[in-house]
């Protein structure tokens, strides 16, 4: 069947990329070029001085409803990492429980790259999740939704050109969901990361430097540079980033600490369940494989699909996430 579904499920994401994709309105580049404390060696022996322990966040509800059975909060909170976009500076979240009584685990869950809603994550995921007994808590992640500044669209300013600001990204979220954590584990039996796409490749670097009952990422990878350089929806950052003149060695330097790859040795979340497509173009299998390899070889779960065309699989994808964590939860 692959040789009908190949061709298939890369042609509807081609189309959802070309239809979809989005220039950045205007060109990034590095806002400095003294990059030391991106590339200090000590980082590979100890992740946790790059991806430090903030304090505990100081967490208000912002506002309270309903989602079907659902209740659903939404949450702010100082982020950890100051930045001089001040609209970046707050972190959110979603919150979905179902309405009982009793502690229940929790996804602490992360998006892909350029979401324009957290819709589809709330119906689709959160409200799948609930029927099977979980929580889940979506985390906006840094430029997104409500925090990308004016005149970008959400996520343009996390994956850009600017090298620098993209590696302080992915230390930005790190630092929020250990934040976030303390609070989070007040309220649940047991706390799991679930991480798509780049939400997947953060939610491994994460779990470098903090240990979650369980870890389930799909369609992610490690070697954030390879994914920039060769992936398909990134094709005007890796344009910007040649106009900076960085070539694919140097960005590979420059976000050696942003490789899940090269710290998985540091990973402390033993029940790990990685899924991924075995057509996608935006995050190639070999890097899937390349991270893989490096933590072990875990269960490793392909589905006939590319990126985008992971939707039509959804259902199985929650259903085989939500298994693995009642098996392994502690609660």
């Known amino acids: 069947m692959d040789f009908i579904l190949q061709p298939l499920m890369r042609s509807i994401d081609r189309a959802k990329i070309l239809l979809g994709a989005k220039k950045p309105a205007h ?22 001085r790059f991806y430090f322990r903030p304090p505990r966040a100081e967490v208000q509800v912002l506002k309270e409803g309903r989602l079907r059975a659902c209740l659903l909060q939404e949450i702010s909170f100082r982020s950890p990492v100051e930045t001089r976009w001040e609209e970046n500076n707050t972190a959110y979240a979603y919150y979905l429980r179902p309405d009982v009584v009793r502690r229940l685990p929790v996804f602490l869950i992360l998006h892909g790259w350029g979401r324009k809603s957290l819709q589809i994550e709330l119906w689709r995921i959160g409200l799948r999740l609930a029927r099977c007994g979980i929580e889940s808590l979506f985390l906006a992640m840094p430029f997104h939704l409500r925090r990308a500044p004016p005149g970008s669209w959400s996520g343009e300013y996390m994956i850009s ?3 620098v ?10 630092a929020e969901v250990r934040a976030i ?10 706390v799991g990361l679930f991480g798509m796409s780049l939400g997947g490749i953060i939610g491994h670097l994460a779990m470098t430097v903090e240990r979650f009952d369980v870890g ?23 344009a ?3 106009r900076a003149g960085l070539s694919r060695p140097e960005l590979e330097k420059i976000w050696a600490i942003t490789n899940p790859t090269l710290l998985a040795r ?9 899924m991924a497509g075995k057509f996608d173009e935006i995050v190639l299998p070999k890097f899937t494989l390349e991270l893989w390899d490096a933590l072990g070889r875990p269960p490793l779960k392909w589905f006939p699909c590319a990126h985008y065309t992971s939707f039509f699989f959804l259902p ?10 009642h098996e392994h939860a502690k609660g």
């Not at 954590?181 to 047991?190: D, M, N």
């Open 27 to 48: 060109p990034h580049a590095p806002y400095t070029r003294d990059m030391r404390h991106l590339m200090d060696a000590s980082f590979f022996d100890d992740p946790e």
């Open 161 to 163: 050109g600017d090298v």
């Open 165 to 174: 600001r993209t590696a302080e990204c992915f230390q930005q979220t790190v």
């Open 181 to 190: 954590l303390p609070w989070l584990r007040e309220f649940s039996s047991a």
């Open 216 to 238: 389930v990422t799909m369609l992610a990878g490690g070697n954030s540079a390879g994914v920039t350089w060769e992936g398909r929806m990134t094709r005007y950052v890796k």
């Open 240 to 242: 910007d980033i040649e």
């Open 266 to 274: 540091h990973n402390q979340t033993k029940n790990l369940l990685m």
């Open 316 to 325: 199985r994808i929650v259903d085989e996430a939500a298994r693995f964590f």
